[in-house]
């Protein structure tokens, strides 16, 4: 609340109104007692002897990121937060306190304490404290973002550039789900099609794999990323970061059984591969250790093999199968079958 705002009328009379807004939102948080939260100028936390902070940040931009007419504010405040809790989990970590910062319009204050109830409803159930951000006046879209720390032992991240030949590219849950939910709603589709709804369900509530992320850890796996943007271009950064070539058979890929019903086989497949916003894990593991991982992982969304990592082969590199040979991802990451 100390930058000059351009044409924004009397800053006294603005001031009034975000102050009464911030402490809408802030009455939302609880706040935890050991340290200083909502209400100084920074908030204040400690970690445990022996852990690295580790610290990530999400924008979301209404238009962009997120539509109101296809998505509620709860459900885009829940999911700001999933996304950031989602790194915390690919780096095997744990929560956590956030900031939030809202960009908005004093006609839409209604919307930002919905977004803040949604992060509240996650934050709750993930032991994430909100202990202070910024609000500010936007003229256009809505803004939202949330920087989130949580806490790891240095010894046990999980990274995208530990892959080792001969290791196997793994997978939790299904994945797809929430392309083929925004594809529905592209298509027309009713944002409360019950028919729809596991689909519709992983695209506004993705549920973060904190606790898969934190077992594979504790398991001495040392590769993982989140699976933002499709598994192909995931099994693309750990190859690039890890400098191996890896081979991702894409007819292994655990797809939602709605989005075959819905969109056939070959493009429930193509969502998996190329659609993004699954936030499952996707994490390399030494064969030998399979079936250990396989049950620590039981209750946590689970282990499905989706390719390897060879030993030998260009560094980089990502070959894509369809069970029986090779197929080729376009510049547009559809799949030629
Ligand atoms: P400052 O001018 O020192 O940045 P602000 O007036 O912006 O303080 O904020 C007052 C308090 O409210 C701070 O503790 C800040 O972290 C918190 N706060 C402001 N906006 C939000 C928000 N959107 N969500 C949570 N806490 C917020
Ligand atoms: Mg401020």
Known sequence: MTRPRVGAGTRRAADAGEFELIGELAALFAQPADGLGIGDDAATWTTPAGLVSVGTTDMLVEGIHFRLDWASPEDVGWKALAVNLSDLAAMGARPGRALLSIGVSPERREQAIGIARGIQAIATRTGTSVVGGDTVRSPGPLVVNVALVGVAEPDHLLRRDAARPGDLLAVTGRLGGAAAGLAALIDGRARDDVDLQPLLDALHRPTPRLAAGQALAAA???????????????AAHIAKASGMSVEVDLAAAPLFETAVRTFGRDRALQLAATGGEDYELLYAVDPARLDALTEALADHGGLTVVGRVLDGGRPGEVTFLDGSGPV??????????
């Open 220 to 234: 001495d796996v040392r590769c993982a990323i989140d699976i933002s943007d499709g598994l192909a271009s995931e």
């Open 328 to 337: 080729v991802l376009d510049a547009k990451g559809y799949v030629a079958f």
